[in-house]
Structure formats: structure tokens, C-alpha cells
């Protein structure tokens, strides 16, 4: 079985300040990492993904993740915030292996607030 | 292409109702997905079909039917729903489960209202 904590609720930050936003797993197999966003009223958008290879990931939209797997984490920075990043993001990690463990595990979500 | 589209976008419906909500994928995926969610909450995983078959069912009460009727589509019918049934409905598709990086995609929701 696997579980996802994210620390924080709410980050307020202030436009083009630094960000990051905090997941810890716990899990009894090898995992793979998920951060999600979703926009208000809309649905999930995959951000970025850590599958294998370098632990250091990134997206288009400059956000980036690193895969520690001593300290069982793969939080999520970006250096420069724009107002537009206001939304609710989601780690979520799958096991490797086969079974239940397969299904993606959510985090309880991290409503990132930008402000002008 | 990583577009899941879903319909309708908005359902309002009595306990006595029976609706659908389809789900439409052109990835080549064969693993489709139905989630809810309620509001400030992650999502909840309702069922799985990998290849059109069923897979998991998360103990969801009867008055949700799903239906996989081919590899692009997923419907799921709702018949005497509860106000608490109320939620965000969101379906997703990847890669068949045993496949390396299954990554799941997400259609943007029924956001679904009972009443």
C-alpha cells in the first residue's frame, strides 16, 4: 500500500516570488511520481512525472520536481510565479508492481494561490 | 493528442432520474477509469476497465453502472442517485496497467448535481 502526504493546504505567494510545494510518500514497493494541477472547474492536467532516469524533471510551463528517494519525497518548485498558477495541485504516486498497488495514489492537494 | 473529452459538462438531475455520462478517449488506450471528486478533496477511484473488461470495482454502490462498450468509449449510468452523490466525475485513460509508464490522463468532468 502507498500513501501521499502533502504538508501544506494553502501557499499564498506573491507573483514572481519562489515557490514550493511539498510530497512525501510512503510505499512498500518502487514508485512512480505524479504531480497534477487542476484549475478551478476544470479537471486534472498532468504537470510533469518521474518514471526513471534523472531525478530531476520538468515541465513546459517551468515548473520542476526532484525524486529523493532517501527522504521518500518529490516536491515541487517553480523559481518565479505568475498569477496564472493559481490552482490546486496534486502529487499522486503507482506502484511498479502489479495489483492494487498499480492504482494511482493522491495526495490530499495543495491550493497554490498567487498574488498580485 | 493526450485528450479525454467528456459530456455533458453539467448534469442536474432528481433521485428518480437515470442518466448517463460518456467518456470518450482517441489515444489508443486501453485502460479507462472513472474517478470522484468531491470539492477540496483528491479524486476517488470508482472503477477500472483495462481492455473493456471490468478490473476494479471500489465497492461503489449499484445505482452506478459502468459500461465499456469499445476501446474509445465509457459510459457511466446513474439511476436513483443520492444528493450526496453530488461531485465532480472525472474519467481518465492510459496504457494497458502492465504496460511501463501507464500514465493516466484526465478529462476535464461532469461536474454532476442531484437533487
Known amino acids: 500500500a502507498q500513501s501521499v502526504t502533502q504538508l501544506d493546504s494553502q501557499v499564498p505567494v506573491f507573483e514572481e516570488a519562489p515557490v514550493e510545494l511539498r510530497c512525501n510518500y510512503s510505499s512498500s514497493v518502487s514508485v512512480y511520481l505524479f504531480w497534477y494541477v487542476q484549475y478551478p472547474n476544470q479537471g486534472l492536467q498532468l504537470l510533469l512525472k518521474?518514471?526513471?532516469?534523472?531525478?530531476l524533471v520538468e515541465s513546459i510551463n517551468g515548473f520542476e520536481a526532484e525524486f529523493n528517494k532517501s527522504q521518500t519525497s518529490f516536491h515541487l518548485r517553480k523559481p518565479s510565479v505568475h498569477i496564472s498558477d493559481t490552482a490546486e495541485y496534486f502529487c499522486?504516486?503507482?506502484?511498479?508492481?502489479?495489483?492494487?498497488?498499480?492504482?494511482?495514489?493522491f495526495g490530499s492537494g495543495t491550493q497554490l494561490t498567487v498574488l498580485p | 493528442d493526450t485528450e479525454v473529452t467528456q459530456t455533458p459538462k453539467h448534469l442536474v438531475m432528481g433521485m428518480t432520474n437515470k442518466k448517463s455520462l460518456k467518456c470518450e478517449q482517441h489515444?489508443?488506450?486501453?485502460?479507462m477509469y472513472w474517478y470522484k471528486q468531491k470539492a477540496k478533496k483528491p479524486p476517488e477511484l470508482m472503477f477500472v476497465?483495462?481492455?473493456?473488461?471490468?478490473?476494479i470495482n471500489e465497492s461503489v454502490p449499484s445505482r452506478f453502472s459502468p459500461e465499456c462498450p469499445n476501446s474509445s468509449l465509457l459510459n457511466l449510468h446513474l439511476h436513483a442517485l443520492q444528493p450526496e452523490d453530488s461531485a465532480l466525475y472525472l474519467c481518465?485513460?492510459?496504457?494497458?496497467?502492465?504496460?511501463?509508464?501507464?500514465?493516466?490522463?484526465f478529462g476535464p468532468g461532469t461536474r454532476l448535481t442531484v437533487l
Open positions: 481518465a485513460s492510459s496504457l494497458p496497467p502492465s504496460t511501463f509508464a501507464d500514465t493516466q490522463y
Open positions: 499522486a504516486v503507482r506502484g511498479i508492481s502489479s495489483g492494487s498497488a498499480r492504482q494511482l495514489t
Open positions: 489515444m489508443g488506450h486501453r485502460a
Open positions: 476497465y483495462s481492455y473493456e473488461k471490468l478490473s
Open positions: 518521474y518514471l526513471s532516469g534523472s531525478t
